[in-house]
């Protein structure tokens, strides 16, 4: 029986042996969580059995360091929450690794090629939420948007001179028959870029007349009424619209509703259209809430996708599939998803990974213990042996 119990010791202390090992071996495993060997007194009625390992468990309660890499594809954790993923079998696994990929179908995918999840966009670009799915990145060009709206805020100065526009007719090329002017780029259905003038004519007291021209040719125009605060009181809005060479006609709202008249300069403080120009597919960032965005070569971004986080009720209760990666159990419990920052789900931090919780002095510490308590093992089977041997002389 003695024996037996010896043996018994030796096989728990050569399984802890091995949980040390493997965490020591993974203290640099991105997204690794080290684990323990969870002992158990065996009894056969009131006497004492020996030991077993009843379980191995992994430490999901202490995160890893947050280290940069500057590569715009990783993606750490900082806080609760794991990575959602899908295997080829269809099957959700959650990880902490970060470090993710895109394959040939321009999919997402962690380090083993399962699918990051996560939720779509429409064709607006609107994240769609409620529905999980895989992440896809398209790497197509993006196509060029024509301008049909431009925001315009800016302060014209009340104490310009007015101008008699009957007297002195507006004419482009020569300034001293208008007070200001500010160019805007816009673009047309096909890309090409136009520049829209306005020109500001103070007509009067609290009048300002505004003429919009591109390529010499008066494309709308409005008339500015202000009150005596210098706020504005009628014609903050106006269309300008122009035919351009084999694309559509070109139509835009111009919006100058927040445009003031105070006795200081000229000074623009907003001019915004939304056309752009065509853009190739450049690369593609996370941002702290999850957002995929894509970047072109004419300045714009598009959101892809948004990746989604899960957590649980008890992450003791995940069963390990590799080092780095989980399945939900009855004992976990189901997955809460959600976005990061949301709850009790923890931001992320793009061009980061989390590194490995192992605290690699404890585990040398734990390793050398354990080959001490190993050893004794042994040295009771020898000091076991001898007595027998001895008990076999005798008798």
Same mark, same amino acid.
């Given at each position: 029986?003695?024996f037996?119990i010896?043996m ?5 202390f050569?399984?802890e ?7 020591i ?27 077993s390992i009843?379980?191995i468990t992994?430490?999901?309660?202490t995160?890893g ?12 954790i900082a ?7 899908k295997d080829?079998n269809g099957?959700?696994q959650?990880s ?15 380090s ?11 064709g607006n670009?609107?994240i769609?939420?409620?529905t ?8 197509s060009a ?5 301008t049909d ?17 009957v007297?002195?007719p507006?004419?482009p ?5 208008y007070t200001?002017?500010?160019?805007? %780029?816009?673009?047309d259905?096909l ?13 009067g ?8 021209q591109?390529d010499?040719a008066?494309?709308?125009?409005t008339t ?15 269309n300008a619209?122009?035919?351009? %060479? ?8 111009f ?8 006795g200081?300069?000229?000074t623009?403080?907003d001019?915004?259209?939304?056309g ?5 597919f450049?690369s593609?960032y996370i941002e ?13 971004t598009?959101?892809?996708?948004q ?6 009720p008890?992450n003791?209760g ?16 189901a %997955?809460i998803?959600?976005t990061?920052?949301?709850?009790v ?6 061009g ?12 040398m ?7 001490q ?22 008798f």
């Amino acid at each position: 029986m003695s024996f037996n119990i010896s043996m018994s010791g030796l096989k728990a202390f050569k399984q802890e042996l091995g949980v040390h090992a493997n965490n020591i071996a993974n203290a640099s495993t991105v997204g690794f969580k080290g684990a323990r060997a969870e002992f158990s007194a065996v009894y056969n009625g009131k006497e004492g059995g020996g030991v077993s390992i009843s379980g191995i468990t992994q430490n999901h309660d202490t995160s890893g360091s947050i280290l940069g890499t500057g590569r715009s594809l990783d993606v750490a954790i900082a806080g609760s929450g794991f990575f959602v993923t899908k295997d080829s079998n269809g099957q959700q696994q959650y990880s902490r690794s970060g470090m993710f990929g895109m394959n040939a179908n321009g999919s997402m995918v962690d380090s083993n090629g399962n699918l990051l999840q996560g939720y779509s966009v429409d064709g607006n670009g609107n994240i769609m939420q409620g529905t999980i799915t895989d992440i896809n990145v398209s790497n197509s060009a993006l196509n060029a948007r024509a301008t049909d709206n431009v925001d315009f805020l800016a302060n014209l100065d009340a104490n310009a001179e007015d101008i008699d526009m009957v007297a002195t007719p507006f004419d482009p090329d020569d300034p001293k028959t208008y007070t200001n002017s500010y160019t805007t %780029p816009v673009y047309d259905s096909l890309g090409n870029e136009h520049i829209v003038t306005q020109y500001f004519v103070k007509t009067g007291p609290n009048t300002y007349e505004v003429i919009a021209q591109t390529d010499g040719a008066t494309i709308g125009n409005t008339t500015l009424n202000f009150d005596t605060d210098g706020s504005l009181l009628a014609g903050g809005n106006f269309n300008a619209s122009f035919p351009a %060479p084999g694309a559509d006609p070109v139509s835009i709202d111009f919006n100058l509703d927040k445009i003031t008249q105070f006795g200081s300069s000229f000074t623009v403080t907003d001019n915004s259209a939304n056309g752009y120009t065509s853009g190739e597919f450049n690369s593609v960032y996370i941002e702290e809430d999850g957002s995929v965005i894509a970047t072109y070569s004419n300045g714009q971004t598009q959101v892809q996708g948004q990746i989604i986080l899960a957590s649980f009720p008890s992450n003791a209760g995940l069963q390990a599939v590799s080092g780095t990666s989980w399945q939900q159990t009855y004992s976990s419990g189901a %997955p809460i998803f959600g976005t990061a920052g949301v709850g009790v789900l923890g931001n992320l931090v793009g061009g980061a990974v989390e590194s490995s919780n192992v605290d690699t002095t404890e585990s040398m510490i734990g390793l050398m213990e354990t080959q001490q308590n190993y050893q004794a093992n042994t040295k009771s089977i020898q000091a076991q042996n001898s007595i027998a041997q001895t008990l076999m002389q005798v008798f």
